[in-house]
């Protein structure tokens, strides 16, 4: 490798403080009129600047009289900032003078200011092909770049306008990535944001138009109007003069529910968002161009007819081909406008591996589909997402995978797809049977090797190269092993590398007397040994203890109940880990550690704590899951309190969580730690955690439709209560498992959970679980149509509830019961029922509760011809739904405004809510709403004359309804007949929905 393709990289930053990185050791720039002249330089990167200029940038326009002497004197001291390697005297090919004035030469990609600008370009181009989502990541890439204002903390005139321009410049980019998201349908995410936008800049007119489109289309109008009326006051104070036409129109379009408002960003939510799931690019990327150029022609597939592309990145451990995979999956990230999966399957993690079933759910959620509509079989979830990939090109990279069996059911069946696996078995079987190409991964070469440690650590690789040449061959040229070398190496710069090769030495010779097997991991087990040795006490502790964590990754308040110290010791342990290059973050807030360290940690663990130190460490870690979960229910649902273990139960007070919407999102940060420690919990023999966690979680996961989840979580606990013998738990993770089944429209299935869970908590006489499962089982009913035996169920459930003094169970089985004494025609009574069981939620503060009694009284009273107040009742339920992240509800709560706004006889209204119910239900796999919304659509057309569309759309409702087996299906039949032509004097009435 030539000396040009190893030199140091500089990176400028302009946006926030002024930066410059030799690779990734920042530099001194000296004082702040030497900053002034580069960051000025930097601005008109590639062109000459004049002197007179760059003294009026520093200085004003009254320069003192040594003034050009002052600034030669800045220059020649940049350039010696910025080429350290420069001989003393020798031509500077970076900042170099030329008749026009100084010329700083700065390559492409290495400023931030013209990355911002490129970004933008490229929202442009794919905005213009009609790309939204494309535009969208180029949008949000190009203002993350944006640290602060414009060289924050350099004063000088010609800055501050520069500072004015530029950030003028950046809100109108970030007025249209906000654009760009209302587009995509992610309105409900941007109210937080765009509230605090309208507050700081109250004279933005753009601002406020897209934050009333946000309340709309969160089903919050009144809100809306208010933000116009505000904004007109403020306009009318402060400038004399009133909204503009944009503003205006919107007031008016808002005013009369214009359904053009609402309708074209929910349709095309769902359907043009790709997954974007690469980690992060590894930063000081060395080497490997042969193995990159091998990798290209996944690039293209489709151009052969071999079927999927795939490639298999095989190696030793440490080689450094999750670096290699990640880096060239960026690269290639625009062959793929589709998207780009990725998953680590751990294949070689002392924990479980990730099963191919639970991938396939992580990859159809991202893919767009909501818990409801992921298949509970890994046969149908590979079958769903297949058909999701067909046509579509899209990236997958398998992380880590143990063998060619391990990602077979992940393999797209279409060619227009690409597939990267690593893995450190040879996956000879994909190469025999699925023609992957592989690519064997082997160490750095020498040249590599000793580029990736001179961007690591500097000239001291130049001042002593045959030291540097003996790190490297230790290192056995194994990246992960160079990177936390070359940190010991900077963390001890006062000593001289041969110093440091001297113990890593004595360090590998200890370490092949106790392994004489040959373990290729054992030169990185050297390097590891090495630097753990040299980690305090503390930090050391914190290591071997994170080996133990079943999750994906760890925030700081469970690494410290996983430890057992206090918050400030546990965040300075783990910075120390993470300056060590032991542990990286996976976040702001969050660590994850690779494979092999993972293995060495839990390995020396093993070897060093007790038992008791490690089941206490578990314990601790798992009370304070437990704990903590508990606290975000109290806050996410607060009814219901027995379906938790009780406060005074659990070992650690509860976290004080603000609220719902605080809660929810701490569950969802949370939820694969949470449930990877449910099943580790359950795998154990921890079974009061596994059971008190699948307790604690079930109505969270039901309500965010977690249905994969959810079905992991109730089949352990089942497991773990079989293994306990506590019969109690038994049933109840029996009952959940049962609702999970309901929820994804598997009735007999349903129907077979919940019969056998009412006759286990009949046996040990749990009055409240018989209620519930009594309740359900009467809703299995009631979809299904036998209202008689529906009714039967809920009658008994009530009278349960009411013994054991459960309000919660009661408030459903009421609204359970009014919803069949509705479908009987006992409208009295219906109402009643209705009544009773809304105001008993909104007691309770059971939202969700709530949400489905306003609906059902929805239902009700458009069937009794009260349009309106149907109208009224479903809007408020859709705002609860969509502040609880409940789509099913959500697109019932659509389809029953759509059918009240056309028994009002506003179809273009009833219309536009049925698309949008048609787009919620398809995204999330809820047939019976998507049946419905068919259904609706098709009354829709025929009432404007389109009796083609009208037959289609109830042709597919039928279908629908046939498949779930549910009585509608003959209600559609006989509407469809109803379009059939006529003899002569046969009615041809038609049967509306409700008739």
Not at 321 to 340: C, I, N, S, Y
Not at 586 to 601: C, E, K, N, Q, V
Not at 658 to 674: K, M, S, V, Y
Not at 906 to 924: D, M, Q
Request: charged fraction near 20%; charge should be neutral; hydrophobic fraction near 40%.
């Amino acid at each position: 490798m030539s000396d040009q393709q190893t030199a140091p990289a500089r990176s400028y930053e302009l946006l926030g403080p002024l930066r410059v990185r030799l690779d990734t050791a920042p530099l001194q720039l000296g004082e702040a009129q030497q900053r002034v002249v580069l960051a000025v330089l930097l601005l008109h990167a590639n062109q000459p600047v004049s002197t007179d200029r760059l003294m009026e940038a520093v200085w004003g326009l009254a320069p003192p009289a040594r003034a050009l002497n002052l600034l030669q004197r800045h220059v020649s001291a940049l350039r010696r900032v910025l080429e350290p390697g420069r001989r003393p005297r020798g031509p500077s090919s970076l900042l170099t003078w030329t008749d026009a004035g100084y010329l700083l030469t700065v390559p492409a990609d290495a400023l931030d200011l013209h990355v911002f600008g490129r970004e933008v370009a490229r929202a442009h181009t794919a905005r213009a092909t009609g790309d939204t989502a494309a535009a969208a990541d180029a949008l949000h890439g190009a203002l993350r770049l944006w640290r602060g204002r414009l060289c924050e903390g350099l004063a000088a005139p010609l800055l501050d306008i520069e500072r004015d321009r530029l950030e003028e410049q950046r809100l109108t980019v970030l007025e249209e990535r906000i654009e760009v998201d209302l587009a995509l349908g992610r309105h409900a995410e941007l109210v937080a944001e765009l509230t605090g936008l309208v507050r700081r800049h109250p004279l933005r007119e753009r601002l406020h138009a897209h934050l009333m489109i946000a309340l709309y289309r969160s089903g919050r109008q009144a809100e809306a109007l208010s933000v116009y009326r505000d904004a007109r006051l403020l306009l009318v104070d402060e400038l004399g003069v009133d909204p503009g036409p944009e503003l205006r129109r919107l007031e008016q379009a808002v005013l009369t529910a214009d359904p053009a408002l609402a309708s074209p960003p929910m349709m095309r939510a769902e359907t043009v968002r790709a997954p974007r799931m690469l980690p992060g690019d590894v930063m000081g990327f060395t080497g490997r161009h042969e193995q990159l150029a091998e990798l290209d022609p996944l690039a293209h597939p489709g151009s052969d007819d071999r079927g999927t592309a795939i490639g298999a990145v095989t190696g030793a451990a440490g080689v450094g081909k999750t670096a290699l995979a990640v880096h060239w999956a960026h690269r290639a990230q625009e062959a793929f406008p589709d998207g780009q999966l990725y998953i680590d399957l751990r294949g070689y993690d002392p924990e479980q591996p990730v099963a191919p079933g639970d991938a396939l759910a992580r990859f159809l959620t991202a893919l767009g589909l909501d818990g409801q509509s992921i298949p509970l079989t890994m046969e149908d979830r590979a079958a769903r997402y297949r058909s999701e990939l067909a046509g579509r090109r899209i990236l997958v990279l398998l992380d880590n995978a143990s063998s060619g069996e391990h990602v077979k059911p992940l393999l797209p069946g279409s060619p227009t797809c690409a597939v990267l696996v690593t893995s450190r078995d040879s996956l000879a079987d994909l190469v025999a049977l699925h023609g992957a190409r592989r690519l064997t991964l082997d160490s750095l070469p020498t040249t590599d090797a000793l580029a990736l440690l001179r961007r690591l650590i500097g000239t001291r690789v130049q001042t002593a190269p045959r030291a540097a040449a003996q790190l490297a061959a230790l290192c056995a040229g194994l990246p992960l092993a160079l990177r936390i070398a070359a940190e010991l190496a900077a963390a001890r710069s006062h000593d001289d590398l041969s110093v440091l090769v001297t113990e890593l030495t004595d360090q590998q010779r200890r370490l092949d007397l106790l392994d004489s097997g040959g373990d290729p991991r054992a030169t990185v087990r050297a390097v590891f040994s090495w630097s753990y040795q040299q980690l305090p006490a503390p930090a050391a502790r914190t290591f071997r203890l994170l080996g133990l964590h079943p999750g994906p990754d760890i925030d700081p308040t469970a690494a410290a109940a996983l430890i057992g110290t206090g918050p400030e010791e546990t965040r300075r342990s783990l910075g120390v880990l993470v300056r060590a290059h032991l542990l990286h973050h996976t976040g702001s807030t969050r660590y994850g550690m690779h494979d092999l360290l993972r293995a060495y940690s839990a390995e020396l663990a093993t070897r060093t704590d007790p038992d008791a130190d490690r089941h206490a460490a578990l314990t601790r870690l798992f009370d304070h899951y437990l704990s903590s979960a508990t606290g975000a229910m109290a806050a996410f649902h607060p009814a219901a309190p027995h379906h938790r273990p009780s406060a005074d139960a659990l070992p650690d007070a509860l976290p004080t969580v603000t609220g719902p919407d605080a809660a929810r999102d701490w569950l969802e940060a949370e939820r694969d730690n949470l449930v990877a420690a449910c099943l580790h919990a359950a795998r154990t023999g921890l079974h009061p955690h596994a059971l008190g966690l699948a307790d604690t979680l079930s109505r969270y996961l039901d309500v965010s439709s977690r249905y994969a989840e959810a079905h992991a979580v109730h089949t352990h606990a089942h497991q773990a209560a079989r293994r306990a013998g506590d019969r109690t738990a038994e049933a109840r993770a029996v009952y959940r498992l049962g609702m999970v089944c309901f929820w994804q429209g598997h009735y007999q299935q349903a129907r077979d959970h919940l019969d056998q869970s009412l006759a286990l908590f009949r046996q040990t006489g749990n009055t409240v679980g018989e209620g519930d499962a009594l309740s359900h089982l009467g809703l299995v009913r009631w979809r299904q149509g036998h209202y008689q035996q529906a009714t039967e169920h809920h009658q008994h459930a009530i009278a349960l509830f009411r013994q054991a003094g459960d309000s919660d169970g009661e408030a459903l089985a009421l609204l359970f019961l009014g919803l069949s004494a509705w479908r009987q025609g006992e409208c009295g009574p219906a109402i009643d029922r209705l009544q009773q069981a809304l105001a008993l939620c909104r007691q309770l503060g059971n939202r969700s509760g709530e949400a489905y009694a306003l609906t059902a009284q929805g239902w009700f009273h458009c069937s009794q011809g009260d349009h309106e107040r149907a109208i009224e009742l479903h809007d408020q339920a859709l705002r609860l739904f969509r502040q609880l992240g409940n789509r099913t509800g959500e697109a019932a709560a659509l389809n029953g405004l759509g059918e009240s706004l056309q028994a009002g006889g506003r179809t273009a209204g009833a219309r536009a809510r049925h698309t949008a119910a048609l787009t919620v239900a398809t995204a999330i796999g809820a047939r019976f709403e998507q049946a419905r919304a068919h259904d609706g659509l098709a009354v829709t057309h025929l009432a404007t004359g389109d009796r083609a569309k009208a037959h289609r759309h109830w042709a597919d409702a039928l279908a629908l309804y046939t498949a779930l087996g549910v009585p509608e299906a003959g209600t559609v039949l006989a509407r469809l007949a109803s379009l059939e032509p006529k003899a002569a004097g046969e009615s041809s009435t038609l049967l509306l929905p409700g008739q």
